[in-house]
């Protein structure tokens, strides 16, 4: 895999950070087609986007440097290094949400619909940034003899090299990707405004609970789980009961 696209001289363009991106030009361009038909303002979507993206990258970072606390020890400054990867989703799921919510109530959005609208583009941004992630190395899996494992050989790539390993950052992918899928039919058939943004929080947590049993990487485990697969737990009923309440208010 290539971390960086570019390298002249000094100057290196990290394959993470042009997905990353992608994944946010492409969600924003979607979302600002459909909130047209959703009856929300696209200058908001902008805004939002933007408040969004600052903020779930914060939490992202900050999920991942308290997960991986011990990597930063030696060098605290490369807490600032994300071009390098590190961005743990839940983080900026969760960052992301406090983001959002807060910008809504500041220009009165109708937050079921908006959430609605997020919901919908997040999956299919969550997979474009995962083709980042299998340039970097980062969020690899554990080794294997399957005919589709990748063997990682760049020295610059965060993961382990010389070692058929499990695909993860590509499973990560496929989930998000029927995510995405399934999340577009409902839209055109959805029944109350919150529907899409709560299933959102049920089946992506189901996809990443079952991908997490095939990382490699650090996790710290609680149990019989790892920290993630406890999110995703909690993501889980939330998103259950989200669905219900809203459902039926």
Known sequence: MHPYLVKIGPFKLPAYGVFVALAFITALTLAVKKAEKEGIDKEAVVDLSFWILVSGIIGARLYFVLENISLFYERPYEVL???KGGLALFG???????GGYLYCRKKNLDLRKTADLVGWVLPLAQAIGRIGCLCAGCCYGKPCRLPWAVTFTNPYSLARIGVPLHPTQVYHMLADLAVFGILTYVYRRKSFDGQIFSLYL?????GRFVVEFFRGDYRLYIGV???PQ??????????ILLYRRLKNS
């Open 92 to 98: 900026g799921i969760a960052g992301g949400a406090v």
């Open 225 to 227: 789980f790892s920290l």
């Open 81 to 83: 290094f994300l071009w």
């Open 230 to 239: 406890w999110f995703c737990i909690a993501t889980f009923i939330f998103g």
């Open 202 to 206: 049920i089946l992506y947590s189901v």
